[in-house]
């Protein structure tokens, strides 16, 4: 079965960085795009950033450009976020997802916290 499996989130101070990574497994990762999304609490889960299966074309959230960088290396099966100049706006559960040919995201990791401190 599909799983997706999240890590690399932590407790940063605001302008720091951290790179999320999430683990795929139990579907041709290298056929997938991928996307990133957080949630807030209190709020919905928003979209932060997505990729193409073979990592050539990126599309960004506002929030999230010119700061964070979504990468995947299809050997490892792995998608990442980059996500530097953080802000304690960027404090959220952060989500991998797979993206589907109907451009829906259809499996989704369990999240790992990011807490950025002012």
């Known amino acids: 079965q599909v799983q997706l499996v999240e890590s690399g989130g932590g407790l940063v101070q605001a302008g720091g960085s951290l790179r999320l990574s999430c683990a795929a497994s139990g579907f041709i990762f290298s056929n997938a795009a991928m996307g990133w999304f957080r949630q807030a609490p209190g709020n919905e889960r928003e979209f932060v950033a997505r990729?193409?299966?073979?990592?050539?074309?990126?599309f960004y959230a506002d929030s999230a450009k010119g700061r964070f960088t979504i990468s995947r290396d299809n050997a490892k099966n792995t998608v990442y976020l980059q996500m530097n100049s953080l802000k304690p706006e960027d404090t959220a559960v952060y989500y991998c997802?797979?993206?589907?040919?109907?451009?829906?995201?259809?499996?989704w990791g369990q999240g790992t916290l990011v807490t950025v401190s002012s």
């Open positions: 997802a797979t993206r589907s040919a109907a451009m829906t995201y259809n499996y």
């Open positions: 990729i193409t299966w073979n990592g050539e074309t990126t």
